[in-house]
């Protein structure tokens, strides 16, 4: 098993920034790609970015393409997700996702075997 605790989540003005992470602990050792997806509230889960197990794979939705940037620390077991230019409409629980093996990034959440619990993020207009 993998647990996935993200981190990083908060409130913040339009325009603003923030950085997540998601840190794994358990059965770490091989690889796994990792993602982040969304969920605003009334909607269905969106899934926002992913990186292959080497990190030289990623995967962008329309959305945050150009805003967003997925990276990796595999000596730390943490990935991380900074946002920049926050708008209203980012506003979500994002949570952390993980596949084990080693793949490239995905964005079919399905095949992900993992997921955190979830950090708010919040972007006041």
């Known amino acids: 098993q993998v647990q996935l605790i993200e981190s990083g989540g908060g409130l913040v003005q339009a325009g603003g920034s923030l950085r997540l992470s998601c840190a794994a602990s358990g059965r770490t050792s091989g690889g796994y790609a990792m993602g982040w997806a969304r969920q605003a509230p009334g909607k269905e889960r969106e899934f926002v970015a992913a990186?292959?197990?080497?990190?030289?794979?990623?995967y962008y939705s329309d959305s945050v393409k150009g805003r967003f940037t997925i990276s990796r620390d595999n000596a730390k077991n943490t990935a991380y997700l900074q946002m920049n230019d926050l708008k209203p409409e980012d506003t979500a629980v994002y949570y952390c996702?993980?596949?084990?093996?080693?793949?490239?990034?995905?964005?079919?959440?399905?095949?992900?075997?993992?997921w955190g619990q979830g950090t708010q993020v919040t972007v006041s207009s």
């Open positions: 996702a993980a596949r084990r093996g080693y793949y490239g990034a995905t964005s079919r959440t399905p095949l992900y075997d993992y």
């Open positions: 990186i292959g197990w080497r990190g030289d794979s990623t």
